[in-house]
């Protein structure tokens, strides 16, 4: 069975925790070993601006923890903000529950309540090999741009979705 209940800071560990399970390994297919060393250490640690918010969700599946994401009005780094422009943020599912449906849940939780808030339209930062998952979920690809984390820089796919 899953579930989706509202990530707390209390939740600063086991955030982290999925994060490190996903991440590495599904990076690795897209990205060299001197990117990956460079931005793992970042990537695979829980915000806790993003934990307080109250818009950040952990997934389990058969009662264990399976996946974390949410939403917010400001792009990573908290800057950004557009009046009716969400924007997804640090999705993960861990490697044993990939393709059950979790990361869906996720996106339609935050989707539904992006939606009932007001906004039209959420946009990601995609990386390149979650390009197909957002695009099975009616992204569109706007362009391949790069960030610098911890020195180097990370491509990533600007995606958007009207809701």
Not at 51 to 78: E, H, K, Q, V
Request: some cysteine.
């Amino acid at each position: 069975m899953l579930s989706l209940r509202i990530a707390t800071p209390d939740d600063k560990d086991l955030v982290s925790e999925i994060l490190k399970d996903s991440y590495p390994a599904g990076l690795a297919s897209h990205y060299p070993p001197a990117i990956l060393d460079a931005v793992l250490p970042l990537m695979c640690l829980a915000h806790p601006v993003m934990l307080a918010r109250g818009t950040y969700f952990i997934a389990t599946l058969d009662g264990r923890p399976a996946g974390c994401g949410g939403w917010s009005n400001a792009a990573p780094g908290g800057v950004g903000m557009e009046p009716g422009r969400a924007h997804m943020r640090h999705f993960a599912v861990r490697t044993g529950a990939m393709r059950r449906g979790v990361g869906r849940a996720l996106y339609d939780r935050c989707a539904f309540e992006a939606r009932t808030l007001g906004y039209d339209r959420v946009v990601t930062e995609a990386a390149l090999n979650a390009e197909g998952f957002y695009a099975a979920l009616g992204f569109q690809a706007l362009g391949q741009e790069s960030e610098e984390m911890n020195g180097v820089p990370f491509p990533y796919i600007r995606m958007e979705r009207r809701l």
